[in-house]
């Protein structure tokens, strides 16, 4: 414990010439660059899937309070639909699932739905635009302030420290979205030259539209595709260090050590929903009515995925259980957890994971956010987000199952972390050195990490209230016990 908190100071000594004023002398980019001043439009209230709990779905999954929304039956046992939505000309999305359910001959589970709805190669709804931002569908942390990427970057650090600073270390990051979160990272971390000369980065990323906008952040050059693996590989000009591009982790290649990071990414995953009934659980499904619109409906007897129910429900108590009415369960969260446990225990390294969520099951969390608001989870599908909270509990229990050689340590919050790698430092050595503008927006952008509720210096607008997200966050650190605990989690 005293080595690692004598190991965090040290770096967070030697890191201060960047993070405090001398940095901002020393750091060849401007003090407050265009990742900052870029998203320096107000933010407001509702403009962020971090900002749910006004919302139903989120409300009900963390009161785990059974919701009102589904209760139909295909074979007419139950009641008739309460939401049929559906846009007046179908796009190609919408026909598609239409077909899979016509020539299924029945409903397809929520999972389906959701995996289709968000990358369905043709018109999923990351697949062919940039959906972030004030002009997007919603912003996440690293579009918020470029202080989140710098903190994360410390944090990668510190642990390349702690694993005795490894020549060669693949950065991996799942979902990378705009880059920006790896373009704070590297910019934030370009003077530690051991450090950033050891990196190979590996962005997990399915849409061709945002691997672009990730290769132009990044300030890549070189382009290459390996014609053998199809794999486009690129130089960041930020640090000099090579960038290459994945469809799924299983692609980025082992034998080095790697250290994992996955931003707003296991809330994308698709989950599978359960009902409690008199006849016990059942399935909930999207399903398409006579009048051609999607509802939702409930399996009339067992389905497979129920298998999944209950590979979740082995790792709960009974009584968590037994008082919940709907549970969701991920188990392509679990799948890619045991992943990147195998990985961190056969190659070394670790895996930091932050998002909205719970340390425990799930109820009713699922939620769609089409341009800043909430909409129905059946309505234009492809048209907005989907995401689910997180079940932390699960990650942990899917690792350790896994491997008895790692760790895992969370979830702790994100105000826990971010304020562990110093970023009350970085935010006052910023704001001695910005226009009066910019210190409006770092206030807000702080605010908005690590805060709780709304903020309470601000004097905009009701409706553009910063809202912190400091406690709803969640992190969760999977490490290779060879390289103990990882800063910020002891
Ligand atoms: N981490 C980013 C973006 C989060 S949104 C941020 O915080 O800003 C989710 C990201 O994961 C997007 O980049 C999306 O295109 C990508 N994504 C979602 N599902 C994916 C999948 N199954 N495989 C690869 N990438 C996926």
Redesign the pocket.
């Known amino acids: 414990m005293r080595i690692l908190a004598m190991m965090l100071r040290r770096s967070v000594a030697r890191l201060s010439p960047l993070l405090s004023n001398g940095a901002l002398r020393l750091n060849p980019i401007p003090p407050l660059p265009s990742s900052l001043s870029s998203h320096s439009t107000s933010f407001c209230s509702s403009s962020s899937r971090i900002l749910s709990p006004t919302n139903d779905h989120a409300q009900s999954s963390a009161d785990s309070s059974p919701s009102v929304a589904i209760s139909i039956d295909r074979s007419g046992l139950c009641n008739p639909p309460e939401h049929a939505h559906e846009p007046s000309s179908d796009s190609e999305l919408v026909k598609h699932l239409k077909s899979i359910i016509k020539f299924r001959g029945g409903p397809i589970s929520v999972a389906e739905y959701m995996e289709e709805v ?2 369905n190669p043709k018109s999923g709804f ?1 697949i062919n635009r940039d959906v ?1 931002g004030t002009s997007g569908d919603f912003i ?4 918020v302030s470029q202080m989140f990427g710098e903190m994360i970057g410390v944090w990668v650090m510190c642990l390349w420290e702690q694993m005795g600073q490894p020549p060669t270390v693949n950065l991996v990051e ?5 880059g ?2 790896m373009s704070d990272l590297l910019r934030g971390s370009s003077q530690f030259k051991n450090f950033t000369k050891s990196l190979h980065i590996h962005l ?4 061709p539209v ?1 691997q672009k906008i990730q290769y132009e952040k990044l300030k890549c050059t070189d382009e290459s595709i390996d014609e053998e693996s199809g794999t486009k590989s690129a130089v960041s000009a930020v640090t000099g260090t090579p960038v290459a591009w994945h ?2 982790l299983d692609q980025v290649p082992s034998g080095s050590p790697m250290i994992i990071i996955a ?3 296991f809330d ?2 698709p989950i599978y929903q359960f009902q409690k009934g008199a006849r016990g659980w059942s399935e909930k499904m999207v399903d398409v009515s006579e009048d051609s619109k999607f509802r939702f409906v409930l399996s009339p007897g067992p389905s497979p995925a129920l298998l999944y129910l209950a590979r979740r429900c082995q790792w709960a108590p009974r009584e968590e259980v037994a008082k919940l009415e709907q549970i969701e369960v991920c188990p392509s969260a679990m799948d890619l957890t045991q992943k990147i446990a195998k990985r961190i225990d056969s190659d070394g390294g670790a895996a930091l994971i932050i998002d909205y969520g719970k340390d425990g099951l799930l109820s009713d969390s699922l939620q769609a956010i089409r341009k800043h608001k909430f909409v129905h989870i059946l309505d234009d599908p492809g048209s907005a987000d989907l995401s689910a909270y997180v079940d932390f509990a699960s990650i942990r229990h899917s690792a350790q199952e896994i491997s008895e050689n790692v760790s895992v340590h969370g979830p702790i919050t994100q105000s826990q972390l971010l304020g562990s790698l110093g970023i009350n430092f970085r935010v006052e050595n910023l704001l001695q050195n910005c226009t009066e503008e910019q210190a409006e927006n770092l206030r807000t952008g702080y605010w908005r990490l690590v805060g709780d509720g709304e903020a309470p210096f601000w004097e905009g607008p009701d409706e553009q209230i910063p809202i912190g997200m400091g406690t709803r966050y969640l992190a969760m650190a999977i490490v290779n016990k060879k390289q103990g605990v990882p800063v910020a989690f002891q």
Not at 174 to 178: I, Q, T
């Open positions: 968000l990358t990351y972030f996440t942390s690293p579009e799942l979902g990378p979205g705009r920006t979160l997990v990323e399915c849409s945002l469809a799924s931003h707003e990414f994308a995953l």
